[in-house]
């Protein structure tokens, strides 16, 4: 059964994985929704302060 979720290899050092393990068992989460919910916190925090991001757009950086 196919799902809807797009796969992205993530590359980072050893240490960062264990500390981000070790947040994501104290919040009650695994490390891919951990890593989810600061991806969501970074574009409210950039889109507050640059305007909503239009992935539609061809020219989004400029």
Known sequence: MKDSLSRYTLRIPQDLLDKLAYIAEFEGRTKNKEIEQLIKKRISK????????????????G
């Open 46 to 61: 950039f889109e507050a302060a640059h305007g909503v991001i239009d992935i539609g757009r061809d020219d989004r950086l």
